[in-house]
């Protein structure tokens, strides 16, 4: 049960690695975030079978401990790859509303221009 969460673990550290090297389009930003919930799923599901098993040990509140903290760990690697992505979106959107800007400074500053020119 611990090495589910271990390797959910590396594969959230290994995806927020990526996510903070690659410029993504649209349609990776939403593959990104279908596989984060995806993830939070699977951390939902060991944390209930790691729970099942902690009913059958004698120390049953140090066992679900450990078992909410992995859970805990896990999470917060999808949350810091949420946080990277979202960054990135906020990014794309701002240059995205920079270029509009300046095309619509250009065409106002031609538009005189050319109205000058008989």
């Not at 993504?24 to 593959?31: F, K, L």
């Not at 990014?91 to 800007?101: G, I, Q």
């Not at 031609?110 to 109205?115: G, K, L």
Request: aromatic share 2%; with cysteine.
């Amino acid at each position: 049960m611990r090495q589910a969460f271990v390797c959910l673990l590396l594969l959230g550290a290994t995806c927020l690695a990526q996510a903070q090297t690659e410029p993504r389009g649209a349609e990776a930003v939403r593959q990104t975030r279908e596989r984060i919930a995806a993830d939070r799923t699977r951390i939902a599901e060991v944390l209930a079978e790691q729970e099942r098993g902690c009913y059958q040990r004698f120390a049953v509140n140090d066992c679900l401990r450990e078992a909410r903290r992995q859970q805990r760990d896990a999470l917060a690697v999808l949350r810091r790859e949420e946080i990277a992505l979202n960054a990135e979106e906020r990014r794309r959107r701002e240059a995205e509303r920079v270029k509009r800007l300046q095309a619509r400074q250009a065409e106002a500053a031609a538009a005189p221009a050319s109205a000058a020119k008989p």
